[in-house]
């Protein structure tokens, strides 16, 4: 159900891929041990749900502001690959979730490279 009081960025497809991956990483994090709950699980929350934010924040920016912000997005984006490299290592998720995350911050990183192009061609 889509709400009445709509941002304009949510409507961003890359948005709304980050937003489906912090979801699927949420479920991911249940599995890991308590030990973590200051650590990786910690680490693996924030940067993947950083994704989303960093894009719905600088959305009302200036265009430079905006890059900066997705700048940011790739960065937390490309830590993940990290975090979930580590959980796997970890035995905390299956190959086929981290493989999962792998696509899903694969495409997002293009998404956010052709939304960086289309802000710096204007």
Same mark, same amino acid.
């Given at each position: 159900m889509?709400?009445?009081?709509?941002?304009?960025?949510?409507?961003?497809?890359?948005?709304?891929?980050?937003?489906?991956?912090? =979801?699927? !990483?949420y479920h991911?994090?249940?599995k890991f041990p308590k030990i973590e709950d200051y650590r990786l699980s910690s680490q693996f929350a924030r940067a993947s749900d950083s994704i989303a934010f960093n894009i719905a924040e600088g959305s009302g920016s200036s265009d430079a502001s905006f890059l900066n912000y997705l700048r940011i997005?790739?960065?937390?984006?490309? =830590?993940? !690959?990290?975090?979930?490299t580590k959980a796997y290592k970890r035995n905390y998720i299956t190959f086929d979730e981290y493989e999962t995350n792998r696509v899903?911050?694969?495409e997002i990183n293009k998404m956010l490279s052709v939304l960086k192009k289309h802000l710096e061609s204007k």
């Open positions: 889509k709400s009445k009081y709509h941002f304009n960025f949510e409507d961003l497809k890359v948005y709304q891929k980050a937003m489906d991956f912090g =979801e699927i !990483v991911q994090i249940s997005a790739r960065d937390r984006s490309r =830590e993940f !690959v990290s975090a979930t899903f911050l694969v």
